[in-house]
């Protein structure tokens, strides 16, 4: 394959010297580095993401919100039950109630706030922020 170069706006420069550095330590090339993981890319987390997506079964089911649902401790273990480990996904309002317990939450794989919020119970509050991405705002109460 002939080499041609490639320009990409945008690229964080640190880290591509911290990947160039990494490289060279390596003994390879920083094409091959980025052949590497853009072919993982390509073949693994978006084909998780996929799976995930249409639903047949494999990956981790994800539990998309934009309105507002509250969520129990018998919600969550019904729903564990159903379809094993789950990820929540809220741009809307999501209430955790009080009768949830940290057991309980070990069954939600992930929780990502984007620009919604997200109440839970003041005992709880550092358990959600370590299993969480927040990009919107987590309320305790």
Known sequence: MPRKTVAIRGL?????HEVFTMAKKDGKRVAEVMNSALEEFLNGDLVKKREAN???????FTLRNEGDI??????????KKEVGPFRIETSGRL???KDM?????????RIIVNDGVVD?????YPHILMMSEIFGKIEKY
């Open 70 to 79: 509250t969520l129990s401790k018998k919600d969550i273990l019904s729903m």
């Open 101 to 109: 317990d940290v057991k309980t939450l070990g069954s939600i794989d």
């Open 120 to 124: 839970v119970p003041r005992d709880l």
């Open 12 to 16: 964080d420069t640190e880290l591509y």
């Open 95 to 97: 209430t955790f109630e």
């Open 54 to 60: 249409s639903g047949n079964g494999k990956g981790v």
